[in-house]
């Protein structure tokens, strides 16, 4: 099974759940996490989100993601599932999925590496309102919430 897939169409939660405990008896908790485009940007109603990423060099950089995390935390397996292209408000945008024996190891891995992925993952995002098209900047509260892990970053200016 793949850790990371980056694609366009949408994806079942039920299905993708399903196969990262399948075959694993050892397995007690799966924590998921999924963002969606929300109506509310920056100030403004959202109707419609442009992902794009640099193919090849984002799927790296999220497995190393996933390979900290299975470092740092007692989990059995890790998925991430992110889009990319045109999205609508309400549409799912990201999955993280992670295994474990018990819960709070998988609650904080899924929590690191959505943390992670918000700051170091290589997409660039475009939220489209009534006032028009604006790519969206960094956030300090992005950088603040890594920080917690002990990885310091400086994206947001």
Known sequence: MA???????????????AALRAGDG??????VFVGTVR?????????????????GMTETAIEAMVDEALARF?????????????LQA???????????????QAFQA????????????????KEYTADGAQWVDARVADDEALARWGIAVGNAV
């Open 74 to 86: 007692n989990i059995r397996a890790a998925k991430v599932i992110h889009r990319v292209g045109l």
């Open 39 to 55: 109506e509310i940007g920056s100030g403004a109603a959202v109707s419609q989100m442009e992902l794009e990423h640099y193919p």
């Open 110 to 125: 899924c929590e690191f590496l959505m943390d992670y992925l918000k700051t170091q993952a290589p997409f660039w995002k």
């Open 90 to 104: 309400g549409d799912q945008i990201v999955a993280v999925l992670v295994s474990s024996a018990h819960r709070g």
């Open 26 to 31: 050892g397995v007690g908790a799966v924590a």
């Open 3 to 17: 850790r990371v897939c980056i694609q366009t169409q949408d994806f079942d939660l039920s299905r993708e759940a």
